[in-house]
Each structure stands twice: as structure tokens, then as C-alpha cells.
């Protein structure tokens, strides 16, 4: 074992996870997802804090290394396969804590966009079944595919990690709060710089306080667009992850809430059969700002570079009962 592997910081985020964001209790089932091998140290952490705190863990272990042999070899049923024991065990859980750790994002480069898309799809049943059935937080852990993936040394996105999560989160939220009650007054959002000309309304919607129950580590200011009065573009210097693969220069557009047109240099087929999905999937369902100030590296993933302090993003797909009210 290496001296991250021992730090105590693993146990303290265990327990932030089961105090603060899951806030188990006693009796109460826990589906621990551990994914990847590196995130056995956190693992052990949450397990231990959900014995203490009188719950009855259970861990299951997932690997996109793993994944891939089914889309490499699996035949059209298994592509769409929704396998029944994790989809089981998000009616069985109470609670379910994902434990994402980093993986190669060029592991599936071969694999054909219509595989992949088809698996995407089976991977979002478990998914749905997870925010419908469970109070659920994601972790994206720390690991040396991770730090490669950021261009930075382990022990530096590790400190990052470490620092994002073990905020004093009850005072953080309370000056959260604060900023989205003065936002609560404002209509119209305008997004104007390099790569980048967007307006649409907010006018009725809420603002949501994302203080560390569905992600570690957490800090972001959310609300949802209404839909048909987004107008303009956006383009992406870092290229957008979903499923594994990489979609560079990554350009949107909408027309009175209209997408009509999405490219991107690399895998644009791919982005099209997402955006494809369904009629929710090319809307702008989310519009966020990121507030935690220890988070300050990007790391080309959705999890942690959405909570850089001071930056903003969007997400496709349809607006959260939350924030349309």
C-alpha cells in the first residue's frame, strides 16, 4: 500500500459521506459502488462509517475495464443487457453510494458509436432506478488514470480531493444560500465571451444549493432554463465525456429552445445517437455555477469540473422537479 492509500483523510471523507450526505440511519441498507480497484481505500472508509452509524453495508464492484468486454464481444442482447442483480440492489438499498474511480477515457476508442449508445442506454435504466428508489451520492475518487486524464500528479488532484471534500459544509451551504436568494430575483441570464453567446429565462424557476448530498465534491448553484426562450451558442474548449468517449470542440446551438445544430471534431456520430435518445435529451435541463474554492484544477470530467469556483456550465437533458418548482 502506498502512504494515500493509508490516509486518514479517507476515513473523514467516509464519514462525510455517511453523515453528511447520505445521513444514514440506523437499520437503514447501503449499496456501496466501488469502481475501480484504487477505490477499495474509500471503500473500507464508508463501510466502516455505515457499520458505526448502524447500517448494513453491501459493496459491489464495477470496472469500465470490465465493461468493455461486453462491448467488445458482447452480441446485440447483451449490448442492451440491464443486468438484474445491480438493478435489484437499487430496490433493495436504501441508500446508494457511487464510488466512481478514474479510468482510461480512450478504453473504448474502438468500440463502434451504435455499441456503445445501445449499452449507454441499458447503463441509464440503473441509473433512473437509482434516483428513483435511493438517496444516492456520487464520488469521483482520485487514482492515477484520473490524474493522468488531468495532466497532473496524483498526490496534487488527491490534495485537491481531499481539500473539496472536507469542507465545513453547514457554513458553506448557509453562504450558498445566501447568493441564491439574491439570484431569486433575477429573470434573464446572459452568457457573453469567447466561445460562448447565450441568453435564455429563468423567470419562476428555483435555485438549487448543491451542498454535498448527491455529489463529493460537491458546491454549485443550479437552476433550469425555461425552455423555448434559449437562444444562441456555446462552444467547448475541453472536450465532454459521456460513456467513455470523447467528444472534442463540442459547438451547440438553439433556436427558441430548438437545438439545430451540434458538432464536434471527434465522434460526432456518437454525440448525434445521444442527442438522438430522446426529445428530453437535447434540451437544456440545467444551468450551473460552480462555488467550491478548493476545486481549481480541470480534470476533463463532469463531476469535479462543474464545481470549479467561479465557472459556469450547462447540461442537456430535461430540468430536475427541484428547480422548475
Known sequence: MSNLDTDPRWDAVGRVLVEHSARIR?????????????????????????????????????????????????????????????AYGMTWADVYIGLRGGFDLDVHAAISSDRLA???????????????????????????????????????????????CLLDWEAAAAQWRAWTDRAAGGRLIEIQGPGVELRFSVEGRHWIVADGRTNMPDGELMTAPLTDTVDG???????????????????????????????????????????ATDAGASLIGEFGIGTNPFIDLVCDDILIDEKINGTVHVALGRATRSAVG
Request: hydrophobic share 45%.
Open 26 to 86: 440506523p437499520g437503514e441498507r447501503v449499496m456501496i459502488a466501488m469502481g475501480e480497484v484504487d477505490s477499495y481505500p474509500l471503500a473500507r472508509a464508508v463501510f466502516r462509517a455505515v457499520v458505526e452509524a448502524g447500517g448494513y453495508p453491501q459493496v459491489q464492484f464495477l470496472s469500465e475495464e470490465l465493461r468493455h468486454t461486453i462491448l467488445e464481444r458482447g452480441g446485440p442482447e447483451q449490448l442492451a443487457w440491464v443486468p438484474e442483480i445491480e
Open 233 to 275: 451558442w456555446i462552444s467547448f474548449e475541453n472536450p465532454a465525456v459521456l460513456g467513455g468517449r470523447k467528444m472534442h470542440d463540442l459547438r451547440l446551438r438553439w433556436e427558441k429552445g430548438v437545438l439545430v445544430d451540434a458538432s464536434a471534431s471527434t465522434n460526432e456520430d456518437y454525440l448525434r445517437s445521444v442527442l
Open 118 to 164: 445501445v449499452n449507454q442506454a441499458a447503463q441509464g435504466r440503473i441509473s433512473t432506478l437509482r434516483w428513483q428508489n435511493t438517496r444516492w451520492t456520487l464520488v469521483r475518487v482520485p487514482n492515477q488514470a484520473f490524474a493522468d486524464q488531468a495532466g497532473v500528479p496524483l498526490e496534487k488532484v488527491t490534495e485537491m480531493f481531499f481539500a473539496g
